[in-house]
């Protein structure tokens, strides 16, 4: 299987990002969904430098990016930033786009939710419509409830998906999120398996995978058996911070982060660390990954 990692959680120049991943052995990225962050062809040439595949793109859903907002400008304009991100991923070659709907930590209704599913609706299919060109998949993917209160389940997704009724919209799932919301995340997988897009990777703690209580080769069988063998595992684990004097002292993080980007790394209860701890994360996750038939 194809592993490769989400570059949301730490901010730093992309290139560094790459060089990271390239040298240990990941085959892929999934860029984060900031397209007027990057340089889309010197990102390529980057990813051509180090031979790394550019597999798609996640939405950082920040406050008012709401494909369920209930103003309607704010829902056109949220359609308009998510084709932009599938213009991004279109220039770097990549060929999925992991959507969240919603704005990330909104977990109270706007309007009823009739007026919701149909707003996701409208606005998910104008989405997939502007990927076609570009023969991006889409992968609806459901959060815990922590961080949104409407697509928390993969049935949910599913039924989403159903009422998109557009070719190139399937599910992604994420194994900390269905940890917590699904009553058999094996199930889970196994009944979305032929929709699957993509499949986010971190143990039920969010650490790297390896470092909490998920049987990692059983996952891996479990969605090999359910035809998910060409799709790539997606490590987004998100490090949470211990504040306690439990903690190990955070070296200096030796990064900028935006304001918004540093609040929504805050938001998943994690901070910024130094490039050499993060190295070590993204190391021991693809080691355990491999080791467990990835
Ligand atoms: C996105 O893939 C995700 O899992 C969320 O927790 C952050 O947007």
């Known amino acids: 299987m194809y592993v490769c990692m989400h570059n949301w959680m730490r901010p730093e120049p992309i290139e560094r990002t790459i060089e ?43 406050a ?32 999925m786009f992991t959507l969240v709907p919603n704005e990330v930590g909104r977990v109270t209704p706007r309007a009823t939710p009739e007026l919701e599913w149909e707003w996701a609706v409208e606005g998910v299919r104008a989405c997939a ?9 889409i992968g609806l ?33 994420d194994a900390f999120h269905i940890n917590i919301e699904e009553a058999d995340p094996y ?21 790297p995978p390896g470092e909490g209580t998920w049987d990692w080769a059983k996952l891996i069988a479990t969605l090999k058996e359910s035809g998910y063998t060409e799709g790539p595992l997606t490590a987004e684990f998100v490090v949470p911070f211990d504040r306690s004097p439990l903690g190990a002292q955070m070296e200096d993080a030796g990064t900028e982060a935006s304001a918004e980007e540093l609040k929504f ?30």
């Open 64 to 95: 008012g990016r709401d494909l369920i907002h209930q103003d309607y400008y704010y829902r056109q304009m949220s359609i308009a930033y998510v084709k932009e991100c599938l213009d991004m991923v279109g220039a770097l070659g990549g060929n």
């Open 20 to 62: 990271r991943l390239s040298s240990l052995g990941y085959d892929g990225i999934q860029i984060m969904g900031e397209p007027r962050k990057y340089d889309w062809q010197a990102v390529k040439a980057q990813l051509d430098k180090y031979h790394l595949k550019c597999f798609g793109a996640v939405s950082i859903m920040l």
């Open 141 to 173: 993917e459901p959060l815990n409830r922590f961080e949104t209160n409407f697509l928390n389940r993969h049935d949910q997704a599913i039924k989403m998906m159903q009422d998109v009724n557009e070719p190139n919209v399937g599910v992604c799932l």
């Open 265 to 294: 790394i805050r938001d998943h209860g994690s901070d910024l660390m130094s490039d050499a701890q993060y190295t070590k994360h993204c190391d021991a996750a693809i080691k355990h990954l491999r080791a467990c038939g990835a």
């Open 129 to 137: 419509k502007h990927a076609q060109q570009y023969g991006i998949r």
């Open 187 to 207: 199930q889970a997988i196994r009944a979305t398996g032929k929709h699957l897009v993509d499949f986010h990777v971190a143990d039920n703690n969010r650490r």
